[in-house]
């Protein structure tokens, strides 16, 4: 062994003993997030807080789940967007015309799209880069069209109207907009946190693996097609959920929802986030809802502003925002250790 | 090199400082002494491709609260209009409505969303219990389904089921009178327009039984092209065409089937033509194409509708839109409403706005009227006429029967399961 490759098995060994100590520290993380975030609403009354982050929680549950395909896979999805707006429709016809408790309908909706994703990604995952990014958009497009046209089932443009009912359940009346709010921390932290250990996996590193090399991860003796269309339906699920806070928080569920501008703005999120490191699109989420927000109540020239922004990240930082503040972290240590 | 400025904190900025912290302490008080004001949220489409819409609606809300805060203010309270854009999106239209009710202190709303944005507000409504006026959207099921009524939401825009009514009526008396069985119909692609084409022809053929529709388009929304539209139109050979086309797609559609010379060969029935925005924009406007009004200020023939639109045309330097109308009237609405009921409040205002007539200019008959059942506006008016080249555009219009609107709306609505 020369010195070098002792150097990195030292490294290394504890990395391995630690990815349970990592378990411990992630679950204690999202412990104490949602602990924070549950408690907001006994120091504020402001409820456009909350509102901000139940869209938060839609949009990052959505977006972070599109980085389990383009950051961690290299899957650029152009598509994604269909999974939110499917979680909504589904979520919001099964509670008007069936009417069964939120959680049944809740898991009914993961069930079908995951059933949807499976077969989607069957015929997406084959392709590479631009093809793939585009046989999905053409399904996105499939998909919103379909709720166009099926007008008598989906409300065609007008969308799922008469409000979408919210029975109480196990003393949980989403109804309530402090109850929502809650239940939209917990979806949104156990999404993320679940997403984590995905991330984290054995199989999260395959994914990177494939992401790098896949020439080189089959020749391991990965099946690469299953671990893509794995993590595609992983990811659907992930975003279905997002679709689902999004139809509760507005009460019905809109064609927009299943518009290639959803898929656009989860791109943008990651983005303005980072797609290197877990929080960056959730950090995006935040810094798009926030310049949303803001910049619509002053001007409703929106675009112009979104757009220098966009292109100072994209041309001025070259990178997501929790990318920049990584890498000179890192960098900062490097030279410390330099020292 | 002399250094005139010494480090350290600036007398200017000292100044500024104080200033500042004057401001923060003065600023309740500033606050309280305008609380007298009551706040009317909008959200409408401030962006995008109907964004001239959504634009002439806030004109038009403008130009109206100018002359009630002039007067005294909704019962002795000044409006201050709070107005945003919702981009067209169904849930930046909720998230916005939400805002201004619960940070900006709106205490009223008026809806300038269009389709699936006004679904998204009406949920917010209902959620938050304000008063409500929708302005823009034309959606019957908006009022008409008993699902979607609340208490505390109001309609002030013309409908599609009356448009379907009085152009099917209009239309069959021209197909009679000039033998007209052969029709093509040529509408976009989606809700609007499958269930206004559906009515209008259900309509047509029940005035009308021996028309017959031999083709079908449906052109998708937006649609840059519409050469094998008009191809297909021509080789079917009707003797007259129905349009729901709107905006931009109406005009590009009519400048380009103005190639074909489609307009001699056809009688055109295209229900949104009499609008300021398709009629100023069309490069050679056919003569003659039958058209219901939007918003046109020679219909109703009244001095007062002339001179909304010329003081609107002054303030503005353009023509108002059909949207323009709708939002001005609720204003009125609102006007009329809290002197009647001398209070501001959204709950005493809505019991009476349940029902209320008011005179207005844009009233079949000088007035219009909410009705008390569905909370929707009836009694406007509504008519149709022919195009000419040149101003103004539809000199006359055959004004429609509201008698016959509501005998046929309560037939339709039964047909619906709505009553």
């Not at chain 2, 503005?316 to 009237?329: D, G, I, L, V």
């Not at chain 2, 009694?379 to 005998?407: L, N, S």
Request: glycine share 10%.
């Amino acid at each position: 062994m020369t010195e070098l490759e002792a150097g990195r098995a030292e490294r290394l060994a504890p990395v391995r003993s630690g990815a349970a100590l990592q378990r411990y520290r992630d679950v204690l993380i999202a412990l104490i997030a949602f602990a924070v975030l549950a408690s907001l609403p006994l120091f504020t009354g402001s409820k456009a807080l909350l509102d901000f982050v139940i869209r938060c929680s839609a949009y990052g549950l959505f977006a972070t789940s599109l980085n389990l395909l383009v950051g961690y896979t290299g899957l650029t999805s152009f598509g994604h967007g269909m999974f939110f707006g499917l979680g909504a429709y589904s979520f919001g016809l099964i509670m008007q015309k069936l009417g069964v408790p939120i959680p049944v309908a809740f898991v009914a909706t993961l069930a079908i799209t995951a059933a949807v994703a499976a077969v989607i990604g069957a015929i997406c995952v084959r392709l590479k880069e631009i093809y793939f990014a585009f046989v999905t958009l053409a399904f996105q497009m499939l998909i919103h069209s379909t709720i166009l046209s099926w007008a008598s089932f989906t409300g065609g443009d007008q969308g799922l109207r008469g409000g979408i009912p919210r029975p109480a359940f196990l003393g949980i009346n989403l109804a309530n907009h402090v109850h929502l709010y809650i239940a939209s921390c917990a979806l949104l932290v156990l999404g993320l946190l679940a997403m984590r250990q995905i991330a984290q996996s054995p199989f999260g590193y395959t994914l990177r693996m494939i992401r790098d090399n896949a020439a080189r991860a089959s020749f391991l003796g990965i099946d690469v097609w299953r671990a893509k269309l794995t993590v595609f339906v992983l990811a659907a699920l992930f975003a279905s959920m997002g679709g689902m806070v999004m139809a509760l928080f507005v009460s019905g569920a809109y064609p927009e929802f299943a518009y290639w501008t959803i898929s656009g703005e989860g791109i943008f999120i990651n983005m303005l986030g980072g797609v290197s490191t877990f929080l960056g699109p959730m950090v995006g989420t935040v810094l798009l809802l926030l310049l949303n927000d803001t910049v619509t109540r002053f001007t409703e020239y929106h675009g112009i502003v979104l757009g220098v922004v966009i292109l100072f990240f994209a041309l001025g930082l070259r990178k997501g925002l929790l990318d920049f503040v990584a890498e000179w972290f890192a960098q900062r240590r490097d030279a410390g250790e330099g020292r | 090199m002399t250094k005139t400025r010494t480090p350290g904190i600036s007398r200017r900025s000292t100044l500024a400082l104080m200033g500042a912290g004057a401001m923060s302490v003065a600023a309740p008080w500033v606050a309280r002494a305008q609380a007298k004001t009551i706040k009317i949220g909008m959200p409408t489409i401030l962006s995008g491709r109907v964004a001239q819409l959504g634009t002439s609606s806030r004109n038009a809300v403008m130009l109206e609260v100018e002359k009630v805060n002039a007067a005294g203010g909704l019962a002795g309270r000044q409006i201050e209009m709070v107005i945003r854009d919702s981009k067209g999106q169904p849930q930046e239209a909720a998230r916005v409505a939400r805002e201004l009710v619960n940070t900006d202190g709106c205490e009223l709303l008026l809806d300038g969303e269009a389709s699936s944005g006004s679904f998204a507000v009406h949920e917010v409504a209902r959620d938050l219990g304000v008063l409500c006026i929708h302005t823009c959207s034309e959606a019957s099921s908006l009022t008409a389904d008993p699902k979607q009524h609340i208490p505390n939401a109001f309609r002030c825009v013309r409908q599609g089921i009356h448009d379907s009514i009085v152009g099917g009526s209009y239309a069959a008396s021209i197909a009679k009178a000039k033998g007209l069985k052969k029709w093509a119909t040529c509408s976009p692609d989606y809700a609007y327009g499958r269930d206004t084409t559906g009515e209008f022809t259900l309509y047509l053929k029940r005035f009308a039984p021996d028309v017959e529709v031999i083709s079908e388009s449906w052109p998708k929304l937006f649609q840059p092209d519409y050469t094998e539209v008009v191809t297909k139109i021509l080789q079917a050979k009707p003797q007259a065409l129905y349009s729901c086309l709107w905006g931009g797609d109406l005009t590009s559609y009519i400048d380009q089937a103005n190639i074909y010379a489609m307009f001699s060969q056809m009688e055109v029935f295209a229900v949104n033509m009499a609008d300021y925005t398709a009629l100023t924009v069309v490069k050679n406007l056919p003569k003659g194409i039958h058209s219901g009004n939007r918003y046109i200020k020679t219909f109703p023939t009244t001095p007062e509708n002339a001179a909304w639109g010329d003081a609107y045309r002054a303030k503005y330097n353009e023509y108002p839109t059909n949207w323009s109308w709708q939002n001005a009237t609720a204003v009125m609405f609102l006007a009329e409403a809290a002197k009647k009921a001398n209070s501001a409040d959204g709950k005493k205002l809505a019991e009476v706005l349940k029902g209320l007539t008011i005179k207005c200019p844009f009233g079949a008959d000088g007035t219009v009227t909410m009705r008390g059942d569905d909370h929707t506006l009836v009694g406007y008016a509504i008519g149709w006429g022919t195009t000419i080249p040149q101003e103004p555009y539809v000199p006359e219009v055959k004004a429609g029967d509201w008698k016959t609107i509501f005998e046929l709306e309560a037939e339709w609505k039964k047909s619906k399961g709505y009553t």
